[in-house]
């Protein structure tokens, strides 16, 4: 979100420095599944997932697991969460996610064209498998409802698959493609190449945490550095995903943002070929296939602020992975965790904010922020200019969650 935000202001002519602690793409997007997925625009808040809750509390293997320990502190969080799961409130969320995700192609496309590795966006489509015709069925509805927003999808059967991934042939006999998702072959390479573009554009990016924006009347004069350095601004935007909370009693925010965690495997010489990214529903898992090995993971895990990852989750992706491909090589694995910013309606916050006019949001993308990093991008560099977005932003105003 970050690299994108700076990359479009400084297409709108801005002198802009990136601050972050982290080296160039070792952020969660790293360990994202890599997909530009347009059409995952349904929220988890859905109708059924009340009934569901029970199950993740008991069931820790499974692709959402709710730690107990962290139920009591995230219960308003959950709370807010469980209101938006009604059929009229989730058509309108997807409505709302469509209406960024339509333009991710073309907000990106400048950005590759600019970079020296546009590449690393690989042309091919996303694939989805299940386990048995009952599994399709049950995504019909919402197949349905995304092709009614203009996204496309086609029915694959066991050839089919077979013929795109030979090795699952015999496997799955159940599928649907996304002809117009994308996957990037190198979540990091992908963000340290659009880094580069532009530190070549004449961007700066510095290593080190913002602790505080520095005020003065209404807006930040400044930001300062948890090494005590100070950086002046004339404008601000925080995208620093999870991390955002930490200006939010600054910005007078009330804004529910949790980091929802996800788990990985990388397998660096895996020994079997998997040609798109692969989406497993029964399993909460993808393959994904990047240069720098086959990277498995997913499942959503709430274990609340400051929990200590649990690998054996990514154990456990690993198991389910093996009943599929058993021929898989494990060795030099590595494994990885992210924390996907999440807010209880999985819409994110672009806005500007009420407290100090010259700081812009950019945070709480989900499971969607590598996705939506350039179209954020694009919206946010056009407030910054001083021009209204051709769209309308209310629906990812910060202040729908002030009571
Ligand atoms: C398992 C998994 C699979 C996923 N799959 C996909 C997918 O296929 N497609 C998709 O679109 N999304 C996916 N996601 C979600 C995606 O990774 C996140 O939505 C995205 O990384 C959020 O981007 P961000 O820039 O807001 O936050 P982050 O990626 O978390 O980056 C935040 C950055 O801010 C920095 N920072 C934090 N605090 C400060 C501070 N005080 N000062 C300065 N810098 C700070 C951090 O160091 C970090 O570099 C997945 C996530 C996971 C965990």
Known sequence: ????????????????????????????????CGQMAIGEVIPLSRPGVMQKIPGWLLDQNGPLALRVSALPGMLPWVLRFLACARQAKTEEIARDIASLTHHVHADYAPLLQACAEPALLRESPVIKVFESAAGLEQELPQLAFRTALGFKAEVLDAAAIADLEPSLAGKFGHGLLFPDWRSVSDTEGFIAALTQSFIDQGGARVRGQVKRLDQVADHASGVTLTNGERYAVDHVVIAAGVGSRTFFDQLGAQIPLIGIAGYQVLLPTPGVKVNHSVIFPDGGFCFSPMTRGLQIGGTMEFAGPNAKPNFKRAEIILHKAREILPQMQLDNLEYGVGYRPYLPDTKPVIDRSTRLSNVFMAFGHGQLGLTLGATTGRLIAQMVAGRTPAQNLTPFSAKRFSR
Request: charge should be negative.
């Open 1 to 32: 979100m970050g690299v994108c935000c700076a990359l479009y202001l400084q297409r709108e002519g801005y002198a802009v420095t990136l601050i972050d602690p982290a080296a160039a793409g070792d952020s969660t997007a790293k360990w994202s």
